[in-house]
Every structure is written in structure tokens, then in C-alpha cells.
């Protein structure tokens, strides 16, 4: 599975401006947020379709679809659910 490339991001802007705008993380490159020094967020697309890895606790990454409208709702609740406040 391929990193996401900038048309693939080009995609996801209303959902990448949702996660900016929720605070607590970096976009230390378009797609790709940090959770102080350590990667926690970004994008992968493939012929199945666009997901997002998620790592808020632990070592591993949560994959994520993020195709439709309530798939890109489910990662910003556990995006939500994770952070502090």
C-alpha cells in the first residue's frame, strides 16, 4: 500500500482541514500529523480506496477507511476520543 499522494490528499482536504482544526496535533507535511515528537496520523491509497493509520496509544498503527462520509467521521471521534480536553 502506497503513501498518499498529493491527489489522493487533494481528496481528503475537507477531512484534513476537520482533523487541523481539532488541536493537539502537528501536519509536519500535508497529510502526516505528530502527536508532540512522535507520528501519529497519515494516509495510504490503494485500488480498495483511501485509509488512515492512526496511532494515539501503543506501538501499532489502526488502519482506517476513509471513503465515505461516516468512515471519515468514525476516525475523527477516535481521533476526539484520544486527545487530552
Do not use: C, N, W
Not at 24 to 46: C, I, P, W
Amino acid at each position: 500500500m502506497r503513501h498518499a499522494g498529493s491527489g489522493d490528499l487533494d481528496r481528503l482536504e475537507p477531512l484534513l482541514a476537520r482533523i487541523r482544526a481539532l488541536g493537539g496535533l502537528t501536519e509536519k507535511r500535508r497529510g502526516t500529523f505528530y502527536r508532540k515528537s512522535r507520528a501519529v496520523l497519515h494516509f495510504h491509497g490503494d485500488p480498495k480506496g483511501l485509509h488512515a493509520d492512526l496511532r494515539l496509544t501503543g506501538d501499532d498503527f489502526d488502519r482506517y477507511r476513509v471513503e465515505e462520509p461516516a468512515e471519515q467521521q468514525a476516525l475523527i471521534a477516535r481521533i476526539k476520543a484520544a486527545l487530552p480536553g
